[in-house]
């Protein structure tokens, strides 16, 4: 990664948050700035030259979308099919890395736990439309926890709980109680996780379930 390159995206997301405190109408730009980032992260390592690779690539580009979509108003159920969806890529790529199926299953008990916690917190404050959907969310992203959970891979499981955490940012700021420190913890987990896992491409996967 050039220097150059590198300043860009911490500029970036330093305007990102600059923006979301001072509630600015082009804060969208440097996000999608910092999510092209990403994917062009993924494209420099490789991701088009193994299997493991393209689902990472799909799922960084799927949350592109989710990013581009989050940010326009009234698509919030849109960004998160987009996201959901690029959780299921995530989840093709950890089991094609190698993802032992012990591991998978204690873990998937101890995320449902979790994820259980985390529904009953937010279930009074969602509406009869977003219950189903968030719902869903949550189990499918706490499927995507186990499988990296399961890789046994410092390198996927940290940016992957990241991910997870920043995603409960964004659950208290739209359900609960919005305001900048959700952002704030959020926003530098999330594209931190993203650029992280974007690298990984570039290591070299053993196949399926162990």
Request: hydrophobic residues 60%; charged residues 10%; proline residues 4%.
């Amino acid at each position: 990664m050039v220097p150059g390159f590198l300043v860009l995206m911490v500029a970036s997301l330093g305007a990102l948050l600059y923006g979301e405190a001072t509630g600015r109408s082009w804060k969208l730009v440097p996000k999608m700035v910092l999510s092209s980032g990403f994917v062009l992260v993924a494209l420099d390592h490789g991701a088009l030259e193994s299997t493991y690779g393209r689902w990472i690539l799909t799922a960084l580009i799927l949350s592109w979308i989710g990013d581009l979509l989050l940010g326009i108003d009234r698509a919030f159920l849109a960004g998160l099919v987009s996201f959901a969806i690029a959780h299921l890529a995530y989840i093709a790529a950890f089991v094609r890395f190698g993802a032992s199926h012990t591991v998978v299953v204690f873990a998937g008990i101890a995320v449902l736990v979790v994820g259980v916690v985390v529904l009953r917190w937010l279930r009074p404050h969602l509406s009869t439309t977003m219950a189903p959907a968030v719902t869903l969310y949550v189990l499918i992203i706490g499927s995507m926890l186990s499988a990296a959970f399961g890789t046994r891979q410092p390198g996927l499981l940290v940016p992957a709980a990241m991910f997870a955490v920043s995603d409960v940012a964004v659950a208290r700021h739209r359900f609960v109680d919005p305001g900048f420190i959700n952002k704030l913890l959020g926003l530098p987990l999330y594209f931190l996780a993203q650029f992280v896992l974007a690298t990984t491409v570039a290591v070299e996967p053993v196949l399926g379930f162990r």
